[in-house]
C-alpha cells in the first residue's frame, strides 16, 4: 500500500509547525502520526524514511526522537497502553457491577475509535520484540485491578485459580472483540453484558461465589440470567 505524500507547500507549512512545537508536543505528534501509519500498513512495509516522509519531517529528526522504527513502533503502543489504561481505571464510588459495566464500555469504545492498531497489535504486530511484554503488562496491570476490585488488593497474595480465571478471561476477551469487529456484532451493550456474565463465571469457577454475586448485583437486565 503506498503511503501518502504531501505536497512541498504543505511539507513546508508542517516543518514550520514542527519548529514551533515543544519537545513534548513534537513527539506526542509523531507519535500520533506512527499510531496511523502502523495501522495503515504491516510493520515491515515502514521504514524510518518512510515514515518521515509521511509525517512531514526529516529523517534526522525522527531519529532525533526514537533510534529505531522498533523503538517508535513500541513507542506508540505504549502511549496507546497509557491512554487505554486511564479511560478504563474502574470507579471505586460505584457497585462492582457499573464499575465493571464502565470500565468494560471504555475498553470497547476506545477500541471502536482505533480498530485497525488493536487487530495489529494482537495479531501481526504482537510478533515483535517487545511488544508482547507490553501487552503482558498491560494484562498484568488488569489483573491486579480487577482482583483489588474483588477484594484482594495484593495480586501475589490472591488464589492461584483466581490468577488463573482472570488472565483466562482477560484472553476470552481479546478473542471475542476480534470476532466483533470481523463480523460488526454483536453490539457493544450486548457484548458488554456478555462478558460480565463470563467475568461473573470465571470468579465463581474460581470459588469465590461472594464476588461473582456481586458482580452481577448491578449488571443490566439479562446478565443474571
Known amino acids: 500500500m503506498p503511503l501518502p505524500r504531501k505536497d512541498p507547500a504543505a511539507r513546508a507549512k508542517t516543518a514550520r509547525a514542527y519548529r514551533r512545537m515543544t519537545v513534548d508536543d513534537r513527539r506526542a505528534e509523531l507519535l500520533q502520526r506512527g499510531e496511523e501509519l502502523f495501522a495503515a500498513h504491516e510493520y515491515g512495509e515502514l521504514t524510518m524514511s518512510k515514515i518521515a516522509k509521511a509525517a512531514g519531517v526529516s529523517k534526522p529528526l525522527l531519529y532525533h526522537y526514537f533510534p529505531t522504527k522498533q523503538a517508535f513502533f513500541l513507542a506508540t503502543v505504549s502511549r496507546g497502553a497509557e491512554e487505554l489504561g486511564r ?5 471505586t464510588d460505584l457497585p462492582l457491577g457499573d464499575a465493571a459495566v464502565e ?11 482505533r480498530p485497525e492498531v488493536f487487530r495489529r497489535l ?3 504486530a504482537a510478533a515483535e520484540p517487545g511488544v508482547r511484554e507490553i501487552l503482558a503488562g498491560i494484562r498484568g ?11 484482594h488488593p495484593d495480586i501475589n497474595a490472591a488464589p492461584a485459580s483466581l490468577r488463573a480465571a482472570l488472565h483466562g478471561w482477560l484472553l476470552f476477551v ?3 472483540v476480534l470476532v466483533r469487529l470481523d463480523l ?14 463470563t ?14 454475586a456481586r458482580l452481577l448485583e ?6 443474571a440470567g
Do not use: H, N
Request: glycine fraction near 10%.
Open 174 to 176: 481479546d478473542g471475542a
Open 218 to 223: 448491578a449488571a443490566p437486565d439479562g446478565v
Open 141 to 151: 496491570d488488569t489483573v491486579a485491578r480487577i482482583a483489588d476490585a474483588l477484594g
Open 122 to 124: 494482537l495479531t501481526a
Open 103 to 113: 470500565s468494560l464500555t471504555a475498553y470497547l469504545s476506545w477500541i471502536d475509535e
Open 199 to 212: 467475568l461473573a463465571g470465571a470468579v465463581l469457577a474460581a470459588g469465590d461465589e461472594t464476588a461473582a
Open 87 to 91: 479511560r478504563v481505571m474502574p470507579r
Open 184 to 197: 460488526g456484532a454483536p453490539p457493544r451493550d450486548e457484548l458488554v453484558e456478555q462478558l460480565l456474565g
